[in-house]
């Protein structure tokens, strides 16, 4: 079992999901996007944001613009740039004084440490690099922000020649730097290397405030930083599950439960751990990628259980399959089926749906279920089609409204754009419905068409929302002719339901998923009434 | 830099994934799929390969059945199974007389060594657990089995009570044992602990062989298995990609290249490092799971550079941004295009495809890049779209067909299944095609209208194959009127390429993915005839 430990002292939490996340492949945020993204890391008690590169792109500029009209309550917001140029005065520096420009209060500034880059890629001598580091920090201070300055590759240079990668630490605190970041920069390095570097560090550099800024190359990231904070490291940088670039940064996500749930160390307010995975979504959702299922912590899976052993050994006491309890990051335990469960799974499912646990329908469903899920159904998001097939399965349940037939028509022209319509007749009670609708794209053409149809007998489906549309393609490699998973999410304004169709046509898949969403959607009002 | 150390000893690698990584939500394989995966790490050199839990499911049952007919060449398979119950004795107990039967040379079976796992979920007495585990070993040392034990919550047990934990494993080797393994049941054990109760171990247990199982519910999986074989263990459980329960099992395909490559333990043969990428896609193939895109080493984005900084400094040595070369692990470099990338990137893939340069077109394409990406298209994995939209730019290239009209027509009636029928007008050369198909779903009937329109002009056509459709639903909380993104893999059993489409309607964006797929597959049989 984890422990809460006693209080070790403070480690202030560095979020660069909005610089050094975004350089992570398929990763683009608008600076509208990083508005709500930092408001929400302010609102979690992260201490520094790092907004962007001023002068990088357009979209930083306009991020930083933005955040001197609505400033951010707690969190100290720095800018990200480089030291001077070789051979030029940091006073001059075009990069520098964007950095100022950007009306920020604090900075971190990257310099080199590793001798073979400031010879290879810099093309200046290891004397003019000291004099840039010295002097970029110098006159950032100067001009009165709080200044970080991010030893690039430090480690791999320490390793190449540690008495060179040390002085240039010892510049940028000549220079006045509030804290000197550590950075493996490559990812590569891997834990008993770390600390045996960091240790040194502590030693040549006492009274130095440490950073570490780690990348997850090696799968070591999370271990790294937290070695590094044992060895006495206080600021650690990351980004929120671990965006960034090639394998990604420190995730931060990992990083704060292990750090202050496990370790007992204080970073952001405890009573906030309970945001963490709402937090992890959050910004996956405003980055437009797809969640991580089974990211530690937060994912989706992180406490989903499958194996019938475990939930048999769940039902009598959770803490003998969970490393901690899912609640204390905000995060819910799931039971999975699969044709691995056994009937515990099950069992623990319809305890939920109040069905009788007992009844000799239990095998035929499981029975059911595994043919379905060997299809390539899978109800683990989608509780609402399973609840109606259990329905179907127990009670004799039968949906409100039965299809006739369905017509779809899709026309494109070179010069004018597609259009989309569909036509369906429904057996909605005694009556049958036939009416047509359009839609910008098939599936909403057939999602208005039927809301259309229902409308007629039941007041209800205008409340009723479509929320999120999924297609997973399943056996890839199949071409066009695979089969095609659609998993659809709905919601009346105070809950959401998720349902699933499989079929090798998109349009068939959707229309089951369509279909039980509406269902599952007017059985809730049935009760709601009832 | 990594490094290539001396010769430290052999580390035995015992493969899991056809076990523990099919408790991963999603993750189902059936018999074959298990075979085929069996013979690939058969080929890579893994030592050990647990074939599954005889008597849990029929697939495992297949699954021996059908190794006993082919074995594989040199790897050991094991079968998984649990001690003895209480108050059986270990010869009458089923479990392990099933894992006899599935004629296997090795097992492991695991026993608890939590106190409070013994007392609250096995039901019985701390001294009856010590007997079931020496029993149950001695038992199948006797049928003269290889006998691994698996002590689970080994960590956690330790925690709770060291003397007891300890006395589980004595039992074990009292019984026989060849290896006890340490597990890290829960994932929730932090390295520092890790490594001293391992230290520990290695003390009280001289001369046993030690092995290590974790799970990475920390995200620790990786670093806890690495910092075991630094304190003695010497065999390394774990699964390909790190697919298991809840957040998955220890990942081979990052601890073997961090075991052998960077710190010179013997591992699998050296020669087939260089597999490694091809094997972790390989088994998220067969799967079906869609690779993680940000997974060390052998991850499509684990060396992949956006930054425009990182791409120039690249250009002039590899070394700077890259913690070894990826052709070590099978990978390869990739360079992104990107907002962020400034000019450098696109000089990159100008290289690549040969064209000018230092053309004034350059920052025009660019501008036009930025442009789409901004609506949703990523050229990241579609080098066909984006060449043919380079060439149009820079060469005026013309496509080899142009769109006149297309028509989809969907039909659904509740006592048949779904017809879908494709009409296409097409301008190719001088000529109109006007034809028309049908086809397993919409898609399926559109890229059969479109080879039949050009296989009257084309007589390539029918060589080039779709090999792969991918459906991504961009800003997914828009619903079905989200815009929606079309990948497409082509090949001409040659190479493959990859195409792209964007809109809000799926099949606009579906035709858009087919035609450029098929005019870049034109292409590059011009450019051979050329």
Known sequence: MSQIGDYKG????????????????????????????????????????????????????????????????????TAFGSTCRPGVEAARDENLNRLLESGVRAAAIFGKTWDFHVTKALNTSLEENLRMVRDSVAYLKQQGLTVFFDGEHFFDGFKANPDYALSVLRAAVEGGADAVVLCDTNGGTLPHELQSVVARVKQELPGVELGIHAHNDGE????????????????????????????????????????????????????????????????????????????????????????????????????????????????????????????????????????????????????????????????????????????????????????????????????????????????????????????NGPVNALDNALRKALETVYPEVPGLRLLDYKVRVLEEKAGTEAQVRVLIETGNGKKTWGTVGVSTNIIEASWQALADGMAYGLLKDENNKA
């Open 10 to 77: 403070l480690i202030k939490i560095y979020d660069t999901s909005l610089r050094d996340g975004t350089q992570g492949e398929g990763v683009s945020l608008s600076a509208e996007d990083k508005m709500k993204i930092a408001r929400r890391l302010d609102e979690m008690g992260f201490h520094y944001i790092e907004g962007g590169w001023p002068g990088s792109n357009p979209k930083d500029m306009e991020f930083f613009a933005r955040l001197r009209q609505t400033p951010l309550k707690n969190a100290l917001v």
């Open 220 to 439: 070591m990231a999370v271990a790294n930083t937290i070695v590094a904070v044992q060895a006495g490291v206080t600021q650690v940088q990351g980004t929120v599950n671990g965006l960034g670039e090639r394998c990604g940064n420190a995730n931060l996500c990992s990083i704060l439960p292990n750090l202050t749930l496990k370790l007992g160390y204080e970073t952001i307010p405890r009573e906030n751990f309970a945001f963490l995975t709402e937090l992890s979504r959050f910004v996956y959702e405003v980055a437009n990628l797809n969640p991580v299922n089974n990211q530690p912590f937060v994912g989706e899976s992180a406490f989903a259980h499958k194996g019938g052993i475990h939930v048999s050994a769940l039902l009598k006491e959770p803490g003998t399959y969970e490393h901690m309890p899912p609640e204390w990051v905000g995060n819910t335990r799931r039971v999975l089926m699969s044709e691995l469960s056994g009937l515990s799974n099950l069992l623990y499912k319809y305890k939920e749906l109040h069905l009788d646990k007992s009844s000799p329908e239990g095998r035929r469903v499981l029975e059911q279920l595994k043919n379905m899920e060997h299809r390539g159904y899978q109800f683990e998001a989608a509780e609402g089609s399973l609840e109606i097939m259990l329905r179907k399965a127990v009670n004799g349940y039968r949906e409100p409204f039965q299809l006739e037939s369905m017509r779809l028509i899709l026309e494109m022209r070179e010069d004018r754009p597609i259009q989309s319509e569909a036509v369906i007749k429904l057996r909605v009670g005694e009556e049958v419905v036939h009416t047509a609708a359009e839609g």
